[in-house]
Structure formats: structure tokens, C-alpha cells
């Protein structure tokens, strides 16, 4: 039990936006949100960067869920968030969470990833802000374990609750209107 454990985290500690960031010149540390994640390697390197970083996020999650359960999910996200390759910083776990959500739906329970996919999609496209996506997106997430199975609710209630502290700082933001926008697509 423990060797997944510690296999799940280092896969999810692969800092995929870090190294993007670096073969660019820039330390995303030091530029935007200062998140390595997606979004802001958005921001920073325009679309095609930011889509291989969410794949290659993605995939961790996906390999971590797929060879171990869905539980191992979450020290894969831990991984992610606090990597030791960068001094314990990182993204805040939600495109891990889809792939693994997705190795999840390949077992044959698809609302949890179908829940995830459409809410993010349709929450971005109606307000243009990635953190308020993400939070929805995770938690229609959530409600579908619930329902559907409930087996794995608890872990996937941790795993809500673990995205919600990583998004602490997005959560003020949207409270006070100061979350940013996505305007357009940056190439």
C-alpha cells in the first residue's frame, strides 16, 4: 500500500510546467501567478504550451488511477501541488484530477468524468475564469461519486477539499471580483 503511495506522488511531482517554462527561458515561479500549472502557463507561452502541459498532467493522473485506483489519485494531486523537484510548489491539481478521473470512467462508470469534462466546459465558457471552472467542475465531480459510486465518495470528497485549499487564493479573489478573465486565446 505504501509503494503506490510513493510511486503516485513522485509521477505527480514530474513538474511538467516547470520544465515548459524553463526550455522557454522563464521561470513561472517568478512571472504571472506564479503557479506551475496550466493556466498560467497559459498566460505566459500562449495555448500549445499550455495544452502540452495538461496533457502531460493529465497522463499522471490518468497512469496513477489506471495502475493503482482511484484512490491513489490524490497523493498523485499532492505530488502535483507540492513537488520535491520544486521546492514543494506546484499546480493545483485539476488536470491530474481529469486524467485520472478519465483512467477511473475507462472501468466503466463514466459520470464522474463526464460531470467533470462538461461543467468545466460549460463554466468556462460562460465566465471565462479557469479557477471558478475548475472548482465546479470538481465538485459536480464529487456529487457524481455520490450517487453513482459511493464507494469512493469519501476519497473523492478529500480530493475536492484538497483542490478547494490549493484554489484558497482564487477563492478570495472571486469573492472580491478580482478574478482574472481569460480573454482570448493566446497562440
Known amino acids: 500500500m505504501l509503494l503506490p503511495i510513493i510511486i503516485s506522488y513522485l509521477l505527480g511531482s514530474i513538474p511538467s510546467a516547470y520544465i515548459v517554462g524553463k526550455l522557454n ?3 513561472l ?3 504571472g501567478s506564479g503557479n506551475y500549472g496550466g493556466t498560467n502557463v497559459y498566460r505566459a507561452l500562449g495555448i500549445k ?3 502540452l502541459v495538461g496533457f502531460i498532467d493529465s497522463f ?3 497512469l496513477s488511477v489506471y495502475f493503482f485506483g482511484y484512490p491513489y489519485l490524490i497523493p498523485c494531486v499532492l505530488g502535483h501541488a ?3 523537484w520544486i521546492k514543494f510548489r506546484g499546480g493545483k491539481g485539476v488536470a491530474s484530477t481529469l486524467g485520472g478521473t478519465l483512467a477511473y470512467a475507462l472501468r466503466g462508470n463514466w459520470a464522474p468524468f463526464i460531470f467533470l469534462a462538461l461543467t468545466a466546459l460549460f463554466v468556462f465558457l460562460l ?3 479557469a479557477s471558478l471552472s475548475s472548482l465546479t467542475s470538481v465538485f459536480s465531480s464529487t456529487l457524481s461519486f455520490y450517487y453513482t459510486d459511493y464507494s469512493l ?3 473523492s470528497f478529500a480530493l475536492f477539499l484538497l483542490i ?3 484554489h484558497r487564493s482564487n477563492i478570495k479573489r472571486l469573492i472580491k471580483g478580482e478574478e482574472k478573465r481569460v480573454s482570448r486565446v493566446r497562440v
Do not use: E, M, N
Request: glycine fraction near 12%; aromatic fraction near 24%.
Open 25 to 27: 527561458g522563464i521561470d
Open 49 to 51: 504550451w499550455a495544452l
Open 29 to 31: 515561479g517568478r512571472i
Open 164 to 166: 478547494l485549499f490549493l
Open 153 to 155: 465518495f469519501p476519497f
Open 82 to 84: 507540492f513537488s520535491i
Open 127 to 129: 465566465t471565462r475564469i
Open 60 to 62: 499522471k493522473g490518468f
